[in-house]
C-alpha cells in the first residue's frame, strides 16, 4: 500500500459498486497489458492455434479496446472484474492457453458477452457486441460457445471472490488506495493503558 503522507494518491471506495468505471477500466486495462507482455516474451513461437489467435496484433491498444468494450457495450464494474477472474479458471483448466497479444483483442470482446449475460439483467444482441468488438457475428458466436467450454461453464462469481479481484487491483497500483486502507494507515495507534502490577 503507498505511503499517503508521501505518495500523493486518488482514494478508491471500499465497493467496487461504487468505484468510477473509467478508473477501473483502465486497472483492468493495465492488469491485462502486464499480463500479455510477460507472455509475449515467454510464448513458444509454435504454440498451438485457438479460436481466440488472430494472425497479428491489432492495430489498437489493450486500453483503447477495453474502454470502447466498455463504453458502447455498456459493461458494470462487476462485468470488468469478471473478465480477470474468467482468465484465471479458463488458465487452470487450459493448461495450453495463453493471453497475449494474438488472443486478448478476441477474448475480452467475449468474456465481455458473457459476463454481461451472467450478470446484468439487460443487454445487448450479440450482433450489437461484435459490431463493438470488431468481429463478426458469427465468429462471436463460435467464440462464445468457445469460452462456455474452456470455463467449463463456471461463469459466475460471489461477491467475496469480485471484492478480492478489486482490492488486488487497487492495492496493486501505487496511486491508488482503497478508502478502508487510508483510514487504517492514517489512525493513530491506540494506546492501551498499562496493567496494574500487584
Known sequence: MPDPASTPV???????????????TRLVASMFTRVVQHNDRLMPVTQKPTRFHSRAPPNITISDYLQRVTKYALLEPACLLLLLIYVDRICERN??????????????????????????????????YAKVGGVSMHELNSLEVEL?????????????????????????????????DL??????PQVHPPENKQ
Not at 486518488?10 to 478508473?23: E, G, L
Not at 483510514?183 to 493513530?188: D, E, G, M, R, V
Open 10 to 24: 486518488f482514494v478508491m471506495p471500499d465497493s467496487y459498486f461504487d468505484a468510477d468505471i473509467d478508473r477501473l
Open 148 to 180: 462456455l467450454h474452456m470455463t467449463g461453464w463456471h461463469l459466475v462469481a460471489t461477491q467475496e471472490q469480485l471484492l478480492q479481484y478489486y482490492f488486488t487491483l487497487v492495492r496493486q497500483d501505487p496511486a491508488l488506495v482503497l478508502q478502508s
Open 183 to 188: 483510514a487504517s494507515a492514517t489512525q493513530p
Open 95 to 128: 493448461p495450453g492457453f495463453t493471453i497475449s497479444s494474438l488472443t486478448v483483442h478476441r477474448f475480452i470482446i467475449t468474456a465481455a458477452t458473457v459476463a454481461c449475460k451472467c450478470l446484468c439483467d439487460a443487454y445487448c444482441t450479440n450482433s450489437h
